[in-house]
T-cell receptor, first 111, second 118 residues
Framework: QKEVEQDPGPLSVPEGAIVSLNCTYSNSAFQYFMWYRQYSRKGPELLMYTYSSGNKEDGRFTAQVDKSSKYISLFIRDSQPSDSATYLCAMCAGNTGKLIFGQGTTLQVKP | GAVVSQHPSRVICKSGTSVKIECRSLDFQATTMFWYRQFPKQSLMLMATSNEGSKATYEQGVEKDKFLINHASLTLSTLTVTSAHPEDSSFYIC??????????????FGSGTRLTVV
């Protein structure tokens, strides 16, 4: 079993839709949770960062962490074609500083 | 914001040759840099952790003699793929930790290097 599981998709939605992306994990030591966006042939770009459980909102993006269920989510409101990319969840226990990534979900937002 | 520059962005080399990839933190000091490898449609796999002035720590299964990492300064880490073979063709990405408290900064990634060994 992988430490972090993420459905690779692809996920296709119409412009304006609400997108829900999710990851589950098995290591209860993870405390830091991140979402990255990666365009083709580019490095990942940090979108959202959350420490421990809770919600965090930034513009059209909302990140949720439920440590009791070992489940994290990223919501994108009013999705745009420019949101089309691969979204990677990443987690870290904190003591090592090592990020463990999910496989990434490919999102396509159609005009 | 924090910027990490990775160079070259693409390289094609002949089998048996060595290739050096540079990762620079442009506006901050990176105590720790990480090197990842990413195959098409797959996630980033950590290869090694590089700390300034000390030997890199390699993940299980990564050949340290093949993937040489040098972190000579707080702003520069290099990855050298020695005696490259076609199976080394991949997308290599570095990231830099801004300081111990990555809670506020997370990690900043370079733009990646596409290595093709022919």
């Amino acid at each position: 079993q992988k430490e972090v599981e993420q459905d690779p998709g692809p996920l296709s939605v119409p412009e304006g839709a609400i997108v829900s992306l999710n990851c589950t994990y098995s290591n209860s030591a993870f405390q830091y949770f991140m979402w990255y966006r990666q365009y083709s042939r580019k490095g990942p770009e940090l979108l959202m960062y959350t420490y421990s459980s809770g919600n965090k909102e930034d513009g059209r993006f909302t990140a949720q962490v439920d440590k009791s269920s070992k489940y994290i989510s990223l919501f994108i409101r009013d999705s745009q074609p420019s949101d089309s990319a691969t979204y990677l969840c990443a987690m870290c226990a904190g003591n090592t500083g090592k990020l463990i990534f999910g496989q990434g979900t490919t999102l396509q937002v159609k005009p | 914001g924090a910027v990490v520059s990775q160079h070259p962005s693409r390289v094609i080399c002949k089998s048996g040759t060595s290739v050096k990839i540079e990762c620079r933190s442009l506006d901050f000091q990176a105590t720790t840099m990480f090197w990842y490898r990413q195959f098409p449609k797959q996630s980033l796999m950590l290869m090694a952790t590089s700390n300034e002035g000390s030997k890199a720590t390699y993940e299980q299964g990564v050949e340290k003699d093949k993937f040489l990492i040098n972190h000579a300064s707080l702003t520069l880490s290099t990855l050298t793929v020695t005696s490259a073979h076609p199976e080394d063709s991949s997308f290599y990405i570095c990231s830099a930790q801004r300081d111990r408290e990555f809670a506020n900064y997370g990690y900043t990634f370079g733009s990646g290097t596409r290595l093709t060994v022919v």
